[in-house]
Every structure is written in structure tokens, then in C-alpha cells.
């Protein structure tokens, strides 16, 4: 399934460079598939082999009104193809690939209280000066890790909170116990 997601995406990305509407797809992509996500009719009604490709392709007509032809017409060979379960991998594969394009890295930094936004705004230039590429940060709170800060950037996790450090200690102590 990865993999098909994976020469879908592509395809679309491919097609979507030649003709400068990487953005435009992006973003119509993550519309449609975020819409697919929230809503369970949609999900049933896309997925299921109980309807016919045309009644799904005539939906998907009067649903994407304005929506770019490149767009519908890969959603329709989705349809056509049954392959519309792929949309959300399709949608991840398509967003890293143009993460790679536009050298974007994303970077998430968990933090027990709110931090203010020098401070998030520093490690993210900090990450962006030391990695080549742009960043795109992300905050969030997460009262659990008790202190300190989780900093994921890309696919790698520093984590410099107390929960951690806790369980650390935690796991050298019951080591030295046996």
C-alpha cells in the first residue's frame, strides 16, 4: 500500500512541478483528504465498493466546484482505479517530497508550559542555520512531560524533558537492584 501511495504521489508532485502548481496541489490535496478524515459518510462513500465509480466521480464534480483540473482529474483516476483509500498516504508522500523541493524541515517543540514565541522562534533559527534548510515550527503543550523540552526535527527526537530524565533514573536504579 506504501508503495503504491508512494508512485501516486510522485506522479502528482511530477506533474504538479512542470506545470508551477506544487502549492496549489498541496493544498488541495490536504482540503480533500482532511474533509475524507473528518467525515465518516465521505470515508464510506469513497471507499465503498458498494457505489459505482461514476456516482462517485459525479459527487467529486459537484463537490470540488473550482478545484484545479490536475487535481480532479487525479482524484478521478483514484476513483477509477479504486484506489481512493490511498488519499491520506498519498497526501503524506506528496507533503514530503515537497518538504524535499522547498527544503523545508518540520520541527515540533513539546514543552510542559507555554513557551513564548523568542524562545520558540530561537531554536527553530538555531535548527534552521545548522541543517541548510527552512523551518517550519510547530509548538505545542504537553503538561506531562513535567519540564524541559521534546524537540522532534524531521524523524529524530531529542528529548530533554524530566519525564524522560525520570525514567532514565528509573531504569538505572532497578538495573543496580537486580
Known amino acids: ?14 506533474v504538479a512541478r512542470e506545470q508551477d502548481k506544487l502549492d496549489l496541489l498541496r493544498e488541495q490535496l490536504g482540503q480533500v483528504a482532511d474533509a475524507i478524515a473528518k467525515h465518516r459518510e465521505l470515508q464510506t462513500f469513497f471507499f465503498s465498493p458498494y457505489f459505482s465509480t461514476e456516482e462517485k466521480q459525479d459527487a467529486l464534480e459537484r463537490v470540488l466546484d473550482g478545484a484545479d483540473p490536475l487535481f480532479v482529474n487525479f482524484l478521478n483516476l483514484l476513483i477509477e482505479k479504486h484506489r481512493m483509500p490511498v488519499i491520506f498516504r498519498v497526501r503524506s508522500q506528496y507533503e514530503r517530497l ?24 530561537s531554536v527553530g533559527r538555531a535548527i534552521g542555520e545548522r541543517t541548510g534548510r527552512r523551518v517550519t515550527l510547530a509548538a505545542r503543550v504537553d503538561p506531562d512531560i513535567l519540564g524541559g523540552i521534546v524537540v522532534r526535527v524531521g524523524n529524530s527526537i531529542l528529548d530533554a524533558s524530566i519525564r524522560n530524565r ?3 533514573l528509573r531504569r538505572h536504579v532497578a538495573q543496580g537492584a537486580s
Open 1 to 14: 500500500m506504501e508503495e503504491l501511495a508512494q508512485v501516486y504521489a510522485r506522479s502528482l508532485f511530477q
Open 98 to 121: 515537497w518538504e524535499e523541493e522547498n527544503r523545508t524541515l518540520p520541527v515540533e517543540i513539546t514543552s510542559a508550559v507555554e513557551l513564548d514565541s523568542a524562545t520558540t522562534d
Open 166 to 168: 525520570l525514567e532514565q
